[in-house]
């Protein structure tokens, strides 16, 4: 797998890697990337949201009108707190792949992550098939979600992705998981 240093325009390093979101065990590789949302009278918002690369289990997700790097670092510590039940630096540093947008490369995000002690991971430029993990997710979510509503709010959106979320990590079977679900595969890796 070839991989190499690119620094972006506010000045981190990270990593290209030319390989597929995937992850061999639970926390070897989170995905996290943003998703536009109609909230109806609030106007569109930004969806922030953090995947398991191994058990597609979809472990943060913050929902604002910025759309900042505070909306993607919230969505991170959510996730932090989901599968670690606390926020501090991880035990074992792993990978965090987004795409190269502004919000992944500003200095508070680099600075929130490396604390945290995780590594990032950017995919090449305009390969969004190289974060295919949270792509597809963010797909499935919108067509099962969100196109089948009509948020009149942004509280309204909240709820009803909020309730989806634990639907899909809870409930619905992912063929790539040999039928179980994102919470039964990390009770069976863990």
């Known amino acids: ?35 536009r949302i109609w909230t109806g009278k609030d106007g569109w918002a930004s969806l922030a949201l953090v995947i398991d690369c191994h058990t597609r289990e979809l472990l943060g997700w913050h929902l604002s009108k910025s759309g900042k790097a505070t909306t993607a670092s919230a969505a991170l510590e959510h996730a932090l707190i989901a599968r670690f039940g606390t926020l501090g630096k991880v035990e074992k540093e792993f990978l965090l792949r987004s795409d190269n947008g502004l919000v992944f490369t500003s200095h508070h995000f680099t600075k929130i992550a490396r604390s945290y002690g995780l590594k990032q991971e950017f995919i090449t430029p305009h390969c969004p098939q190289q974060n295919g993990m949270v ?20 509280q309204h ?25 994102p919470a039964e595969a990390f009770t069976l890796a863990a």
């Open 135 to 154: 792509e597809r997710f963010i797909r499935t979510l919108k067509e099962q979600c969100v196109h089948r509503h009509r948020f009149e709010t942004i």
């Open 1 to 35: 797998m070839a991989a190499w240093t690119w620094r972006s325009p506010s000045g981190s390093v990270g990593d290209f890697a030319m390989m597929p979101s995937v992850a061999a065990a639970p926390n070897e590789r989170w995905s996290t990337d943003l998703a």
């Open 157 to 181: 959106a909240m709820r009803v992705i909020g309730d989806w979320i634990s639907f899909y990590n809870n409930r619905r079977p992912h063929q790539a998981l040999a039928m179980r679900t």
